[in-house]
């Protein structure tokens, strides 16, 4: 019962100094990237979605009601006071996302610095931008602005699956989310089958090139994987759905590729698979949260669990010295920022 009646606070004093400081060691940029996930999480009767950012270091959950990009962003900045930024990257991911020439010039002559999301409807309103894709496209670069205002570096790489809110800063494609494309493929003759294999033998292939390219960088390896690869999505076989898969993954080759260029990248997003596993399975088990205090307590111990686990930390002790004061555990935010300095 002392856990129950302290969950409140265990949040507000815990579970945000964790994502504090993962926000200041990713400005510093000690962290290179982070992995990002997220799952069906429903609250009060109606579907929702729960966001895992996480690294070696820390594992977070944040439940909401939607996971568009503009939802991602603002988990990215948790915590932080300026949300809304118009600056220089702000207008260059509106530029690149084809906001209307006549808004965007406008905006470049702007700068603005809003904390909430109700004065920044307000702001947009003043300025006249009602479009629904215009008010999302300036919401998000604003966003991406804050971002970048707060330390974080527009190099800054997020692995994820193929999830378009995901695709932000430098973003990298997991492998084995971009394979599953060709294994789900059901192929109607023996012709078919022999492409499919071919392929994935292919795919395979260059993926364990790439594994030992980032034990050993070089230059002339880095080009042949790439011509392989260049090879292998615009190979036309017998099978036409095979060469409309492998065609949307040649679209995705500098996601896929990106481990050539930043050889210290992950080439999957198992972390953040195996992070959400926890949580997924208790929402098997218990189904929805009725209340916010039960959706914020599910977050957090999620949150606090995984990232005492990244630590070989125990969970129970943990809890214990916090609620009862007891000594021998330091604070989370210090184990993390010695892991980070380290790794």
């Known amino acids: 019962m002392l856990i ?17 400081l993962c926000y200041d060691v990713l400005s510093r940029t000690q962290v290179k990237y982070i992995h ?19 690294n070696d270091f820390f594992a977070w959950f944040s439940s909401t009601e939607s996971k568009s990009r503009i939802n991602f962003l603002n988990c990215l900045s948790q915590g932080k006071t300026t949300l809304y930024t118009l600056n220089t990257g702000a207008i ?27 004065d920044w409807c307000e702001w947009l309103d003043q300025q006249g931008i009602v479009k629904p894709r215009h008010r999302k496209i300036v919401t998000e670069g604003a966003l991406m602005g804050g971002l970048l205002d707060q330390g974080i570096s527009s190099d800054f790489s997020i692995i994820s699956d193929d999830a378009g809110q995901f695709n932000v800063f430098d973003h990298a494609l997991c492998w084995i989310h971009a394979e599953r494309v060709i294994n789900r493929l059901i192929p109607l ?8 294999d071919d392929a994935r033998d292919q795919l395979w292939s260059i993926y364990h090139d790439l594994k030992a390219y980032k034990l050993n960088p070089v230059t002339e390896q880095a080009s042949s994987i790439r011509q392989r690869f260049q090879i292998l999505c615009s190979t036309k076989t017998c099978y036409e759905t095979l060469n409309q898969a ?13 481990v050539l260029d930043k050889p210290y990248l992950p080439l999957h997003n198992n972390l953040s698979e195996r992070d959400i596993r926890d949580y997924v399975k208790k929402r098997k088990i ?9 959706r914020k307590a599910r977050d957090t111990f999620a949150s606090l669990k995984k990232t ?14 916090r609620l009862l004061k007891l000594e021998g555990i330091p604070p989370l935010s210090e184990v993390i920022r010695a892991a980070a300095a380290s790794g």
């Not at 949040?11 to 994502?19: A, F, G, L």
């Not at 690149?96 to 010039?105: C, E, M, P």
């Not at 003759?189 to 499919?196: E, I, L, P």
């Not at 005492?308 to 010295?321: A, I, P, V």
């Open 4 to 20: 129950l009646t302290r969950k409140k606070s265990l949040h507000s004093t815990y579970v945000e100094k964790i994502y504090y």
């Open 36 to 54: 990002t996930d997220d799952t069906g999480a429903r609250h009060k009767g109606q579907n929702g979605y729960c966001t895992h950012i996480g």
């Open 92 to 118: 260059e991911y509106m530029a690149q996302n084809k906001l209307s020439v006549v808004i965007l010039a406008t905006l470049e002559n702007i700068s603005v610095c809003i904390n909430t999301a109700p």
């Open 189 to 196: 003759n023996d012709s078919h089958t022999k492409a499919v």
């Open 246 to 258: 492998l065609g949307r993954m040649g679209k995705n080759q500098h996601e896929l590729l990106r």
């Open 286 to 294: 218990s189904g929805s949260t009725r209340s916010d205090a039960g």
């Open 308 to 321: 005492c686990r990244k630590h070989g930390m125990s969970f129970w002790g943990y809890l214990k010295s």
